[in-house]
Nanobody, 131 residues
Framework: QLQLVESGGGLVEPGGSLRLSCTTS????????ISWFRQAPGSEREGVSS????????LYSESVKGRFVITRDNNKGTVYLQMISLKPEDTGVYYC????????????????????????WGQGTQVTVSS
């Protein structure tokens, strides 16, 4: 089992920036993909960014491409989500999640951002973009 803890959320004005952190502990070597999801009130959980922990390749949803960057620090066991040019529609609870499934398997089945493919989740961190 993997433990994930998110941090770094907060209130920011439109156009502002935030960096979220997802700190992991446990059987990290068993997991091949870590992703960030978000959920706004009344909406389904959506995937925004993923990183292949085996080789560092990344994937972004169209809604955040060019504004969000996912990175990892293996020494610290932490995955980051740098968010710039934030918009009110980026508001929501942001979760990081992990899966033992290989990135290529998810990618070629179109399931990288499918929440039900992920077995381990953090508790979430609130991001609010508002003036």
């Amino acid at each position: 089992q993997l433990q994930l803890v998110e941090s770094g959320g907060g209130l920011v004005e439109p156009g502002g920036s935030l960096r979220l952190s997802c700190t992991t502990s446990g059987s990290t070597s068993d997991y091949h993909v870590i992703s960030w999801f978000r959920q706004a009130p009344g909406s389904e959980r959506e995937g925004v960014s993923s990183i292949n922990t085996d080789n560092g390749s990344t994937l972004y949803s169209e809604s955040v491409k060019g504004r969000f960057v996912i990175t990892r620090d293996n020494n610290k066991g932490t995955v980051y989500l740098q968010m710039i040019s934030l918009k009110p529609e980026d508001t929501g609870v942001y979760y990081c999640a992990a899966t033992r499934t290989h990135f290529q398997t998810l990618y070629f089945s179109g399931a990288v951002f499918a929440p039900n493919e992920y077995t381990d989740w953090g508790q979430g961190t609130q991001v609010t973009v508002s003036s």
